[in-house]
């Protein structure tokens, strides 16, 4: 495996349901996020992780519980979910040092809450 | 506050035609990162490329080309000879904190008619 992977790559989950989201990535980076892109809005941050801790909480609802293990592996656990929370989750890496480096990102998690 | 502007939603043009993507940014800081992303159909974002506020290069690459101007804080993408594989969403983003808050703009949807 190459590159940010993500799995499943969809899924759909009644507002009751408790599931996980996977992502891997294979590039030694340090730092991963998870992003969330719905239709109506652009690319939303919603967790940053740095070194394995978290740095960035976007104000993100409780129902979304971030975990990173290891610096190749993030987790987003989701329970109780609402309709709106239907959107694309995205993972992303890089390489966080004395500049800013790009993202990479993988192919997303489409996610239908019903 | 940083945001990231991206005036046109939509844009269509026939293949062989060049295409200009705006992008506008705002930000108080002097040290910041610009990027441009591809998101195709499949939904992987695509990383094209960095610029830090120090280095006002226009880039060549291929068909694609940047233009950074700091006095009009633009950071515009054109395409020459534009191919029905252009076919996507573009993002501008701006970085500030090493890759900690990435802000996107809400992309720009090009469609490459044959």
């Known amino acids: 495996e190459t590159g940010v992977t993500q799995t499943p790559r969809h899924l759909v989950m009644g507002m009751t349901n408790k599931k996980s989201l996977k992502c891997e990535q294979h590039l030694g980076h340090n730092a991963m996020y998870w992003y969330k892109q719905s239709a109506k809005k652009p690319l939303e941050l919603m967790f940053v992780?740095?070194?394995?801790?978290?740095?960035e909480n976007n104000s993100v609802p409780s129902r979304f519980s971030p975990e990173c293990p290891n610096s190749s592996h993030l987790f987003l656990h989701l329970h109780t979910l609402q309709p709106e929370d239907s959107a694309l989750y995205l993972c992303a890496s890089s390489q966080v040092a004395e500049s800013s480096y790009e993202q990479y990102f993988g192919p997303g998690t489409r996610l239908t809450v019903t | 506050a940083q945001k990231v502007t991206q005036a046109q939603t939509e844009i269509s043009v026939v293949e062989k035609e060049d295409v200009t993507l705006d992008c506008v940014y705002e930000t108080r800081d002097t040290t910041y990162y610009l990027f441009w992303y591809k998101q195709p159909p499949s939904g992987e974002l695509v990383f094209l490329i960095r610029?830090?506020?120090?280095?006002?290069q226009n880039e060549i690459s291929g068909r694609y080309s940047w233009n950074f101007q700091k006095s009009t804080s633009s950071f515009n993408f054109t395409i020459t000879a534009s191919q029905v594989v252009d076919s996507a969403v573009y993002f501008c983003a701006l970085d500030h904190n090493y890759g900690q808050n990435f802000v996107f703009g809400p992309g720009t949807r090009l469609s490459v008619l044959p």
């Open positions: 610029r830090n506020s120090f280095d006002e």
């Open positions: 992780y740095n070194f394995k801790e978290q740095t």
